[in-house]
């Protein structure tokens, strides 16, 4: 279970441990994670590949110069004992590049920003770099919120929880099939473009209805950008049919 650290609580942790789940939630850097970040010696940082990094091959090293490292780490030592949860403390750290602060003099040491995020995985499972690749994986779920705020879930038509429940689930739905539908056409473009790209580019299109010997047809334009793509999506859905002419 994967989450920020809007959601770092006890009741969320317990809750999910008990379900038979493991968390990877980010914490916000008060004291006491700053202590534990503090105890991490210089030679546990390893450095990893990050955004837009590049591998400079003669140094054997990502030049983003992005490093991760861990610590053994109980969450909520506030609470009893038995309530209290183990697990490590994964933190990533990033040069502090800030040209406000540096007035054209450099400093004696690396300034550093440092990102956490606490996990119950068992290290044998997922080491320090994976875990750290798997925990920054779940912000892919933020393009899906953009997307459907953009779309069904711009507003909730009623006042009535039910009514957005099922308004919910139909903008899900509604989210699905487009998506599902880009993918058959194989192009790669198309299977990472939003809900709006898809449906501008495969849904609207601009075709006028024909009939002929009992068959309908589509007469698409000449030229049209998406032919190939909106032809395999129509072979796969309709298999052993003949594809509108152009």
Known sequence: ????????????????????????????????????????????????????AIYDQETGRWISRAEVAEVPYTAFTSKKAGEQVPGRLVVRRIPELNPKKNQGQQTLFDLWRFHAFFTTTPATERDTVAADQVHRAHAIIENVHADLKASALAHMPSGVFNANAAWLTCAVMAFNLPRAAATLTTAASLARATTAT??????NIPARIACSARRLRLHLPQGWPWRTAWSMLYDALTPGRATAPI
């Open 198 to 203: 898809i449906r501008r580019k495969l849904i």
């Open 1 to 52: 279970m994967r989450a920020d650290a809007a959601f770092y609580s006890h009741a969320l942790v317990t809750a999910s441990r008990n379900a038979g789940a493991e968390v990877s939630i980010t914490v916000r850097l008060d004291p006491a994670i700053k202590r534990a970040i503090a105890t991490i010696s210089d030679d546990a940082w390893k450095a990893i590949k990050y955004t837009d």
